[in-house]
């Protein structure tokens, strides 16, 4: 029997050929996949997963920490903001301030997320005998009004170390 060499012909007989070769490599797109997976995984837990301090017990991940220390930054700028405008409230007021929390939203306009304290998700608490408002937790460190992070005497999260860098007057020197 005479093998026919017609283009026809000649792709039929490669068909197997390219499945075969399609099947290797959607095999080697799997385990490629599956290589990324792991490393990600890998990657995830190296950095992103809970330590354990020398004590043995579980710390929150360098991400966290960070994620944390920002919203207590955030929380301690709005506080700042709002005590400004406290005080221009003041100004416009001949001295008065905002008899409630309410009044002074009105007067500040601000968005609805910064009334709220980022870390605890709860109103920020605003005293009108005072005239200042604070975070709602006794110990958080977004109840400073100063609005200055990072202030000699600023509130310091657990287990961050900052070395005092201020200049220091010699003993036995006055200063006038």
């Known amino acids: 029997m005479k093998r026919l060499h017609t283009p026809f012909h000649e792709a039929l007989r490669k068909v197997p050929a390219r499945r075969a070769a399609r099947v290797r490599r959607s095999g080697q797109a799997l385990i490629g996949l599956l290589a990324v997976t ?3 995984f890998g ?13 043995g017990a579980t710390q929150p991940s360098v991400a966290r920490q960070s994620i944390d220390r ?5 929380g301690t700028n709005y506080i700042g903001q709002i005590q400004l ?9 001949e001295g ?33 005998q005072t005239g200042t ?15 200055t992070t990072g202030a000699p005497g600023a509130p310091v999260p657990p287990g ?9 007057m010699p ?3 006055e200063s006038d």
């Open 85 to 93: 405008v406290i005080q221009q409230y003041r100004d416009d007021n």
């Open 171 to 173: 003993a036995g020197s």
């Open 43 to 55: 990657l995830y837990f190296l950095f992103l997963g809970p330590r354990r301090d020398e004590s």
């Open 160 to 168: 961050v170390s900052v070395p005092n860098v201020q200049p220091q």
């Open 133 to 147: 408002v604070s975070a709602p937790s006794a110990g958080s460190a977004t109840q400073s009004t100063s609005g």
């Open 70 to 74: 920002g919203h207590e930054t955030a």
């Open 96 to 128: 008065r301030a905002p008899a409630s929390l309410e009044e002074l939203k009105r007067y500040a306009k601000f968005p609805p997320e910064m009334w709220l304290d980022p870390v605890t998700q709860q109103p920020l608490v605003y005293d009108p």
């Open 38 to 40: 792991l490393i990600l």
